[in-house]
């Protein structure tokens, strides 16, 4: 049931189902709805014109009315089946002669109006709860531009999908009932579905609208109350959204669980913005990473997950909520093992604050390998955006350079990094991160004399330029150890407490 039903008892009594998602069963129901979406685009409705013009209440079982005075609703068009449903000939709903499904229907257009949103009822031809009829209600603008007028269809329920319902063992039913829902908000769809499939889930429905002002809004298209939630949402900077975008988009979903009464939400930000401003290098800096961690507090995120943050200690004192740092090395390690099969490696770090990572890489390859890996430093020392540092310390010389970093932004740094390991004679450079930003297409770093640059699915890489390097990156999929690291850490074992 969903919030619609939820809110309004007297709905939920009249109908066995109300759901705004709107999902029909119905073939021609889904493609009423799915040509009212397209119309919509990012006004508050369409014109009943359009949707005339359009042909949506056309078919046998289509209606169309326009709200009157006294709360009733002058009958604008009703198909031959549609005006049987109702009991025959009328001028306005109130005196349609099925009086119960005409005061259903008035009680149901009032609140589709009301919310400006599409609704899916369910009920029986004579209006009670037994659902093998649906009806799908649209709302629609007439003169003036006002939300005043409804679109719509009956069609009866699929008798298939209630035997299969009806067949279905108990215990696969609570079994769906039981799993998280899994949403993944803009560009992070592809990531989100990989993780909804490794831990065996369906990737759940959900609307994201821009309005003309540039506000927008999203919100799951099923139900959630009772139910534990995990939201993917990688929270870097593309084409058509900032971080900030991406972050308030992912706060008020947060938002919109948390009213529609989501037992748990729970975040996977492969990505996670401002990580690097984890501390106060300057008099008055911000430290950002804790202002990130505060506005997830203050939406109720029951826990974050993260890939490969620029500072692991920084990100587990600013949450205070439980966190999932999910490391690359395992995803690495094979590649690494492949790209540079019998030739002697080291590990090279392009600055020192990513030492420890880069010597917990070089552990790990002596590990798999049973040979002794070097490492290496690049001195780099950053301000007001310029970068400086020339000392190099360790040996590359005859070797494949491992260059590995938390992610690449410009390829400033990695590609400073290259040209030092060339200098001192590395026989071969490969660079790898986390996260591939690639910001202006890293031109620094694809013309240095780096041989391969490989970068996990965390941020999403560019049509464009995968195009353009499709010989020389290579994308490793860290879903599988995401969805493991929120397996391990208990997110799924909750569920049925």
């Known amino acids: 049931m969903t919030s619609l039903a939820l809110g309004d008892p007297p709905l939920r009594r009249l109908f066995g189902e109300l759901d705004y998602a709107a999902r029909a069963g119905s073939e021609r129901l889904r493609q009423m709805s799915e040509s009212w979406t397209a119309l919509r685009g990012a006004s508050l409705a369409p014109s009943w014109e359009d949707a005339q013009r359009a042909g949506f209440p056309a078919f046998p079982w289509g209606f169309a009315f326009r709200a009157a005075a006294g709360r009733d609703y002058d009958r604008l068009h009703a ?52 659902e093998d009829l649906e009806i799908l209600v649209l709302p629609v603008s007439t003169a003036g531009g006002a939300v005043d007028a409804v679109v ?61 002002d540039g506000e927008h809004k999203a919100r799951p298209l099923r139900p959630v109350q009772g139910r534990c939630a995990i939201v993917v949402h990688s929270l870097h900077a593309d084409e058509t959204q900032s971080a900030n975008d991406k972050l308030c988009r992912l706060l008020f979903f947060i938002g919109a669980l948390k009213d529609s009464g989501v037992r748990r939400a729970r975040v996977i930000a492969p990505y996670l913005c401002y990580a690097r401003k984890d501390r106060r290098t300057k008099p008055n800096d911000p430290v950002s990473t804790r202002y990130v961690a505060q506005l997830f507090e203050a939406m109720g995120v029951d826990g974050v997950s993260t890939v490969e943050v620029h500072n692991p200690a920084a990100f587990e004192n600013a949450f205070r909520v439980p966190k999932v740092h999910v490391g690359v090395h395992e995803v690495m390690l094979p590649y690494l093992l492949k790209a540079a099969r019998g030739e002697r490696l080291a590990v090279v770090s392009p ?21 002794a890996i070097s490492k290496a430093f690049m001195e780099k020392q950053r301000s007001q955006g310029e970068v400086w540092g020339d000392l190099f310390a360790g040996d590359v010389a005859g070797r494949t350079a491992v260059i590995v970093d938390d992610l690449i932004s410009t390829g400033g740094s990695m590609a400073r990094t290259v040209a030092e390991c060339r200098k001192r004679g590395a026989a071969r450079v490969l660079c790898v991160a986390a996260h591939g930003l690639f910001i202006g297409g890293a031109s620094a770093l694809f013309a240095s004399d780096a041989d391969r640059v490989a970068v996990t699915n965390s941020v999403p890489l560019t049509a464009d330029l995968m195009a353009r390097h499709t010989d020389r990156i290579d994308v490793l999929d860290v879903s599988g150890a995401v969805a493991t690291a929120a397996r391990e850490a208990g997110w799924l074992s909750d569920l049925n407490h």
């Open 79 to 130: 198909g031959p089946q549609a005006e049987q449903l109702l009991g025959g000939s009328f001028a306005k709903l109130g005196s349609a002669p099925n009086r119960r499904m005409s005061v259903r229907l008035r009680r149901l257009f009032d609140a589709v109006l009301a919310a400006g949103e599409p609704v899916l009822a369910r009920a029986d031809r004579a209006g009670t709860k037994r």
């Open 152 to 212: 719509g269809g009956f069609a009866p329920e699929p008798r298939s999908q209630a035997a299969a319902g009806a067949r279905r063992p108990a215990a696969l039913r609570q079994a769906r009932d039981d799993a998280p829902l899994v949403f993944a908000l803009g560009a992070s769809h592809d990531f989100g579905l990989a993780v909804a499939h490794a831990l065996g889930c369906e990737l759940s429905e959900h609307e994201e609208r821009v309005f003309e």
């Open 351 to 371: 600055d020192t604050g990513g030492m420890k990572r880069a010597e917990a890489l070089r552990l790990a390859l002596e590990e798999a390998t049973g040979e």
